[in-house]
């Protein structure tokens, strides 16, 4: 029997009335060479029923049942212990896949080898075309200068698994704990931009994405970020560290700002507390932001967008256009 080209993961937990057309859109995908391993963490409604019966019916599907529940990160790492494929990728079992999604992720994945992982978000990378193969510098500086990266979910990253093994999976703190696994894996890992799109991250009201203990445990990523502005592998100068820090502090401050203005003083009270600021940072580092969308684009000498013309990774300069002479 021959390994896939990749794994896609679903991890479930209650879904019985959305994993099936999330199934479903895995099934559908142009690109066949995969399996999809599903992972119930002790449902209690016909959620690994449902998972059971599509793998009767196709032989890609996978399906293990935990023994006692793991919670959602733990259940991730879990998974990933289960790939026996190069490269794998989550997929939520709310979600559902464009039938396109993995035909680009395994094919621009396989094009760039220096890659340990590659992300997708619902609207496309500012500054250039995709894929952008990114250094750990220069998603640093588009986190911190740009329009940010650190936030995207599990759902919408393809790993290489050997990376993604190396690096210890993700730290489990919570709802957060993708975010504290970009800030940790861009350090040292090169991370490939992918295009927008190709997949459909569904908002319902059984998210624990929307839980108001998730979103005090998201007002600890204040201090993760500053904490990582210190670090000894951060991979920017002292220079730009002090610049990225007057850009986290605004952010915070903002961010603040709008919490108390809707009333959410507890959020407020939650996120400066685990800032890591002190009030002789705030007042050294609280300025005006400074950021720009063209922050960790990758660029020629001659300050050209690098394009990717084939398969094969090679490029090509493209003349960077001003959105007035691009109209």
Request: hydrophobic residues 40%; glycine residues 6%.
């Amino acid at each position: 029997m021959t390994t896939p080209a990749v794994s896609v993961l679903m991890t479930a937990y209650n879904r019985a009335s959305l994993i099936e057309p999330a199934i479903e859109s895995v099934l559908a995908q142009t690109f066949a060479d995969f399996e999809l391993v599903v992972v119930d963490d002790c449902s209690t409604d016909a959620t690994p029923d449902i998972a059971l019966r599509y793998a009767r019916l196709d032989s890609r599907v996978r399906v293990v049942i935990n023994e006692r529940n793991l919670g959602d990160y733990g259940n991730r790492n879990f998974a990933a212990t289960l790939v026996r494929t190069p490269l794998f990728k989550y997929h939520d079992s709310d979600d559902l896949m464009y039938p396109h999604c993995l035909d680009v992720m395994v094919s621009m994945m396989l094009a760039e080898p220096r890659a340990g992982f590659g992300l997708s978000l619902g609207a496309a990378w500012a500054g250039g075309p995709c894929p952008m193969l990114l250094t750990p510098r220069m998603a640093y500086v588009r986190e911190y200068f740009g329009d940010g990266m650190f936030s995207s979910g599990p759902a919408g990253a393809v790993f290489r698994t050997e990376v993604f093994r190396r690096l210890g999976g993700f730290e489990d703190v919570g709802v957060a704990s993708d975010t504290l696994f970009w800030i940790r894996a861009c350090t040292t890992e090169h991370v490939l931009l992918l295009p927008a799109d190709l997949f459909w991250y569904r908002l319902h009201p059984g998210q624990e994405f929307q839980s108001a203990n998730a979103q005090r445990e998201y007002a600890k990523t204040a201090g993760w970020f500053w904490r990582a502005l210190d670090a000894h592998d951060c991979p920017l100068t002292s220079v730009e560290r002090k610049r990225a820090k007057r850009n986290r502090a605004y952010h915070i401050a903002k961010r603040t700002a709008q919490d108390v203005r809707r009333g959410r003083w507890k959020f407020a009270l939650e996120r400066l507390r685990h800032s890591n600021m002190t009030i002789g940072d705030w007042i050294r580092y609280l300025r005006p932001p400074d950021r720009q969308a063209f922050a960790g684009t990758p660029l020629t000498t001659d300050g050209e967008f690098i394009m990717p013309v084939s398969a094969d990774a090679r490029t090509a300069p493209l003349k960077r256009q001003s959105k007035r002479t691009a109209s």
